[in-house]
């Protein structure tokens, strides 16, 4: 699967989890609350909702794995939970500092996104991609809140429950736009990428931050589910300015990198262009100046 497929399915169930949040969070009479509870409350159902969705995809849509969604959903919505309360606390008190109006608003947003990219952390476990995507979530947020702050200033006047209908539109398009930018930043930013061009998962891209583990297990970054591929074969990590793949120690299984067979437990310096075989996979390593 193209990396632009990838970012798509990463919006549209961005969008599913902005969705859902409206729907949860309008089932309860939040105007009647107070100013703190509200926002605890608003901020903690739309980061798990989006936060959830959003870590679902890959496994949903990329690796059809259900389970493997299920419990990267679980993770991320967990974690932006936390990121959404905490992030729509520190937003409301940046609301009142700047007393209201459309840029407390989007600065709201684009915290509650900042925190939520940041979340990857809890699913990925690898500090410079989950930097990467704090910085994809707060540019998802200011995008999002700024169409969503345009809709409401162009149907300001519109009845109430247009105007509750027009909400759910706005937190679609702030779901959608944190889950389209978050992988977008990975990927902007990721110096190399593993590209598959033989073997089940043809055409299918994975950027490499820190690091990305390679094999037939699900729970690997690059997942590769082909006859002769270890259940976790090989990663690919930075080593100096570049990359160098490994084959793990306990594969049962060698790899061949550039035409030069490597078994458990060697290591080989990437070069951009080089040709990898693992099992019935073949991959491609492009790097990045």
Request: charged letters at 15%.
């Amino acid at each position: 699967m193209s990396k632009s497929l990838q970012i798509y399915y990463s919006a549209v169930f961005g969008a599913l989890g902005g969705l859902f949040g409206w729907w949860a969070i309008g089932s309860f009479a939040t105007q009647a609350w107070g100013v703190w509870a509200a926002a605890l409350f608003v901020g903690s159902g739309l980061g798990a909702a989006i936060g959830a969705l959003v870590a679902a995809a890959d496994g949903a849509m990329i690796k059809r794995k259900a389970l493997r969604a299920l419990r990267d959903g679980i993770l991320g919505g967990l974690a932006g939970l936390a990121a959404g309360a905490l992030g729509m606390l520190i937003a409301q008190v940046v609301f009142l500092l700047l007393a209201g109006g459309w840029m407390g608003r989007t600065l709201s947003w684009m915290l509650l996104g900042l925190l939520i990219g940041a979340a990857d952390l809890l699913v990925s476990r690898r500090p410079r991609r989950a930097a990467y995507a704090a910085l994809g979530g707060l540019a998802g947020g200011l995008f999002g809140g700024l169409l969503y702050e345009g809709l409401t200033q162009i149907f300001l006047a519109v009845s109430g429950p247009a105007q509750v209908w027009l909400s759910g539109i706005g937190l679609v398009i702030v779901g959608a736009c944190i889950g389209a930018f978050i992988p977008l930043a990975r990927q902007v930013f990721a110096r190399g990428e593993l590209r598959v061009i033989g073997g089940e998962q043809i055409g299918l891209v994975r950027e490499v931050t820190d690091s990305a583990s390679i094999g037939r297990y699900d729970g690997n970054d690059l997942y590769l589910p082909d006859h002769g591929v270890a259940w976790r074969h090989a990663v690919v990590r930075r080593a100096g300015d570049g990359f160098e793949l490994e084959v793990m120690p306990d594969a049962d299984g060698r790899a061949n990198v550039a035409g030069v067979a490597l078994g458990p437990g060697e290591r080989r310096t990437l070069r951009h262009g080089d040709r990898i075989d693992i099992g019935g996979a073949e991959l491609e390593f492009i790097g990045r100046t």
